[in-house]
């Protein structure tokens, strides 16, 4: 039987003012440039493909929002409640520890560490969202790796992306469908890095 589709809501009509209007001056890292919104937009698409659950789609949306903008987590609990602000805290990777800002491989960490706390909601939103950078990056640099390798540095990319697809899985079950989907779509991405930084 077909699930139902996700109604447009004014929560979510409210949260694509709110993502498109806190990320107007951000663009996605990568050839072309593209306005962020592209991004949150897919992320709800595909988290729309596999749940109906209003609070995680809007997530979806503003999952970016506390770690890229000035949006504060009161901010974002005042406008759309707590549970939403509880699942995008989840996926939210720390940039400063210390009055200091943190080298790449240590946001990662503090991310990994985050999500293995993190209400199931956050992962749904973790997985959409790597889905979709993993399928950015197929699709932007598949015949241009030697750009990859200029725009994106090496830093253990393949073992991070691979602990946090493993964290996922767990969370959500080898049979979840969108497991599935991250699982599949990260092992072309894993052979991708393999032949970009060789």
């Known amino acids: 039987m077909r699930r139902k589709p996700m109604t447009h809501t004014n929560r979510i009509e409210k949260a694509i003012k709110v ?4 990320h ?7 050839p072309e440039k593209f306005p962020y919104i592209t991004h949150l937009v897919s992320v709800f698409a595909i988290l729309a493909q596999y749940t109906d659950d209003e609070d995680v789609l809007i997530a979806g949306l503003l999952h970016d929002t506390l770690e890229d903008t000035d ?3 009161e901010e ?3 406008d759309f409640g707590p ?9 939210t990777e720390p940039k400063m520890k210390d009055g200091e800002e943190l080298p790449w491989i240590e946001r990662k960490k503090e991310y990994i560490r985050g999500l293995q706390r993190a209400p199931k909601e956050s992962l749904l939103v973790s997985a959409a969202d790597k889905i979709h950078n993993f399928s950015s990056v197929l699709d932007e ?3 241009r790796k030697e750009i990859f390798g200029n725009d ?3 830093e253990h990319r393949a073992e991070y992306y691979g602990r946090v697809v493993e964290i996922i899985i767990n969370s959500l079950g080898e049979n979840h469908p969108l ?3 991250l699982r599949e779509t990260f092992e072309r991405y894993h052979i991708f890095l393999q032949t970009a930084y060789n």
């Open 152 to 154: 994106f540095k090496q």
């Open 141 to 143: 640099y598949g015949e």
């Open 76 to 78: 974002l609990e005042r």
């Open 19 to 22: 993502a498109a209007s806190l």
């Open 179 to 181: 497991a599935q989907r």
């Open 83 to 91: 549970r939403v602000r509880e699942i995008v805290e989840g996926v």
């Open 24 to 30: 107007k001056d951000q663009t996605r890292k990568g």
């Open 71 to 73: 949006y504060r987590p």
